[in-house]
Antibody, heavy 120, light 106 residues
């Protein structure tokens, strides 16, 4: 059974750095082709892709947020961590981690999401 | 970036109806398109990938078609559990992008 679960603080202050952790099971990030990424969704709005890291440590970022994002993987812990610097109230959203294979494969498994509110 | 435009934004329907929604890409993406269903307070769930392949375990009343820049998602025989928001998503090139969603309501 494949599961992903996000963890993070629920409230961060403006200008702080957000650290999101995705802990997954049922697959390995050492398997060729596998990737784990992050998607976010502001309240009442559409989905936005943030970043993805693959089994070979290839990393891709949303160009609009690239300067603020860092994605890393820890295969021994089955975790992927996304850090986002200089948080702003506009970053208030539910953050999801997802599994994907390289190529045109879809986001086939999603975590339940974690709501992060940015407020002073 | 490839823009995805979904229409309509909102769709009123009844149980048993056949409904169709469209996703248009700002440039050709082949069949690198997926559809997700999202219910309030829940994570999106994969329905269709490769524009027309039904995800394993997905209800056969869902079907997808299209290639290039125009895609459709059809629900044949709407069920109460199908009332949700549907998003298209392109994986042809980075940055991956999503449509703004089509909300299906009674």
């Amino acid at each position: 059974q494949i599961t992903l679960k996000e963890s993070s603080p629920t409230l961060v202050k403006p200008t702080q750095t957000l650290t999101l952790t995705c802990t997954f099971s049922g697959f390995s990030l050492t398997t060729r082709g596998v990737g784990v990424g992050w998607i976010r969704q502001p309240p009442g709005k559409a989905l936005e892709w943030l970043a993805v890291v693959y089994w070979d440590d290839d990393k891709q970022y949303s160009p609009s947020l690239k300067n603020r994002l860092t994605i890393t993987k820890d295969t021994s812990k089955n975790q992927v961590v996304l850090t986002m610097t200089n948080m702003d109230p506009g970053d208030t959203a539910t953050y999801y981690c997802v599994r994907k294979y390289t190529g045109y494969y879809p986001l086939d498994y999603w975590g339940e999401g974690t709501l992060v509110t940015v407020s002073s | 970036d490839i823009q995805l435009t979904q229409s309509p934004s909102f769709l009123a329907a009844s149980v048993g109806d056949r409904v169709t929604m469209t996703c248009r890409a700002s440039q050709g993406i082949g069949t690198a398109l997926a559809w997700y269903q999202q219910k309030p307070g829940k994570a999106p769930k994969l329905l269709i990938y490769g524009a027309s392949t039904l995800q394993h375990g997905g209800p056969s009343r869902f079907s997808g078609s299209g290639s290039g820049t125009e895609f459709t998602l059809t629900l044949s025989g709407l069920q109460p559990e199908d009332f949700a928001t549907y998003y298209c998503h392109q994986l042809n090139s980075y940055p991956w992008t999503f449509g703004q969603g089509t909300r299906v309501e009674i």
